[in-house]
Nanobody
Framework: QVQLVESGGGSVQAGGSLRLSCASS??????????MGWFRQAPGKEREGVET???????TYADYVKGRFTISKDNDKNTLKLQLNSLKPEDTAMYYC?????????????????WGQGTQVTVAT
């Protein structure tokens, strides 16, 4: 199992930025962290994929984040990051880090085996 700990959430005004981090208990080259990603869940809604990054650093992202959010992986520090720019009120949600050994590395929630506890992002109008 992989332990994942998110940080960096907070409250910002619309148009603002945040940087989320996820510390992993497994090294970047571990098969268990071959694919890592960020997901989010707003109150009353299902969890959805935001952006994922594969072992080869290829990424997959949801249409609504294009040009606004950027995922990156610091292999030396076993850390996954998500830069959130141009935030909108509809981005308000709990953001979760996830990891899996899959080569698919898409945005499907059920493909991911290991999850963090989440970090809250709140965007005010």
């Amino acid at each position: 199992q992989v332990q994942l700990v998110e940080s960096g959430g907070g409250s910002v005004q619309a148009g603002g930025s945040l940087r989320l981090s996820c510390a992993s208990s497994r090294p970047a080259y571990s098969p268990r962290t071959r694919c890592m990603g960020w997901f989010r869940q707003a109150p009353g809604k299902e969890r959805e994929g935001v952006e994922t990054i594969n072992y080869d650093h290829s990424t997959t992202y949801a249409d609504y984040v294009k040009g606004r959010f950027t995922i990156s992986k610091d292999n030396d520090k076993n850390t996954l990051k998500l830069q959130l720019n141009s935030l909108k009120p509809e981005d308000t949600a709990m953001y979760y880090c996830a990891a899996d050994r899959s080569f698919r590395c898409g945005l499907t929630v059920t493909d991911f085996a290991d999850w963090g506890q989440g970090t809250q992002v709140t965007v005010a109008t």
